[in-house]
């Protein structure tokens, strides 16, 4: 069965640092990828997502992610962030003919 | 504006009562889902629906049903609430299953 884990409950960076938040997956074939925010009270939104193809994929908010078969991860990354960003995210697996799997989340903090 | 429309935002229910949570869309996406999220346990997966007139069982299908009459709406019942259903359900759709997921903005259940 596809899981998601996100070793990460918590994190917190100071404004203008790099920030990488962890995922790795379990799935038997090659999966769709996939990294949503979630703000306070608000429904998800997606960032970015891989199919196929080039590794590093680029989503909104300067955000991106690098796909890495051989460690079963897909990392999200952003060089600077930016107050704004402090949210929940969730990595989140599947394929053409499953639903989504998500991971529990990580809850980032962002201080001056 | 386009998207996916969930009612009530929020409801206190009696245990013992039944309810019917509202979910309709207007993006004509093939595949609708239900989510429960609740604190460090992520968004599990209650039921979804691949096509008009066909269901399926997620993760934590017991004590919900859905049924999927047309392909704007998803309904979700629960047939006789329990505390342990107090959460915030999500609605979401997409093209097709395993697709990027486009979600509503929740409905904060309290089952007391």
């Known amino acids: 069965a596809q899981s998601v884990t996100q070793p990460d409950i918590h994190i917190t960076v100071s404004e203008g640092a790099s920030l990488e938040l962890r995922c790795n997956y379990s799935?038997?074939?090659?999966?769709?990828l996939f990294w949503y925010v979630q703000s306070p009270g608000q429904g998800l939104q997606l960032l970015l997502k891989?199919?196929?193809?080039?590794?590093l994929v680029q989503g909104i908010k300067g955000f991106e992610a690098e796909f890495k078969r051989s460690q079963s991860s897909f990392n999200l990354r952003k060089p600077s962030v930016h107050w704004s960003d402090a949210a929940e995210y969730f990595c989140?697996?599947?394929?053409?003919?499953?639903?989504?799997?998500f991971g529990k989340g990580t809850r980032l903090s962002v201080i001056a | 504006t386009a998207g996916i429309t969930q009612a009530p935002t929020s409801q206190i229910l009696a245990a013992g009562r039944s309810m019917t949570l509202r979910c309709t869309q207007d993006?004509?996406?093939?595949?609708m889902y239900w989510y429960r999220q609740d604190l460090g346990l992520g968004l599990r997966l209650i039921h979804y629906?691949?096509?008009?007139?066909?269901?399926g069982k997620g993760e934590v299908p017991d004590g919900y049903s859905v049924s999927r009459a047309n392909t704007d709406d998803f309904p979700l019942t629960l047939a006789s609430a329990v505390p342990s259903q107090t959460s915030v359900y999500f609605c979401?759709?997409?093209?097709?299953?395993?697709?990027?997921?486009?979600f509503g903005n929740g409905t904060r259940l309290t089952v007391t």
């Open positions: 989140a697996v599947g394929s053409g003919n499953t639903p989504l799997v």
């Open positions: 979401a759709s997409s093209d097709s299953s395993g697709s990027p997921l486009h």
């Open positions: 629906s691949n096509t008009a007139g066909t269901t």
């Open positions: 799935y038997g074939a090659t999966p769709y």
């Open positions: 891989y199919f196929s193809g080039d590794t």
């Open positions: 993006m004509r996406h093939n595949a």
